[in-house]
């Protein structure tokens, strides 16, 4: 059984920036590629920004791209999001979650965390 703990939420005003942690326990690592969710009041979880299992290849949504970047730390079995130029948008929370690429289409496993939660100020 996979466990994810997600971190590094808060508040922040916009322009400002934030830096997400997900630590991955139970099953190795670097078997996963390794993605990013949000949802916000109101709407559904969707899909942020995910990398490959070796950190070779990551693909984002539009509204995050060159603002947001994943990564990850096999050694530390952690993944991690940066998060630059957040605006109120953004606000939400944040998950992690363990899965697989199909060519370059993310497909999540039914594992995830307790979410971290971004506050965005104007």
């Known amino acids: 059984q996979v466990q994810l703990v997600e971190s590094g939420g808060g508040l922040v005003q916009a322009g400002g920036s934030l830096r997400l942690s997900c630590a991955l326990s139970g099953r190795p690592f670097n078997m996963y590629a390794m993605a990013w969710f949000r949802q916000a009041p109101g709407k559904e979880r969707e899909f942020i920004a995910a990398?490959?299992?070796?950190?070779?290849?990551?693909i984002y949504v539009d509204s995050v791209k060159g603002r947001f970047t994943i990564s990850r730390d096999n050694a530390k079995s952690t993944a991690y999001l940066q998060m630059n130029g957040l605006t109120p948008e953004d606000t939400a929370v944040y998950y992690c979650?363990?899965?697989?690429?199909?060519?370059?289409?993310?497909?999540?496993?039914?594992?995830w965390g307790q979410g971290t939660q971004v506050t965005v100020s104007s």
């Open positions: 979650n363990a899965g697989r690429f199909n060519n370059r289409d993310y497909v999540q496993y039914n594992w």
């Open positions: 990398i490959s299992w070796n950190g070779g290849s990551s």
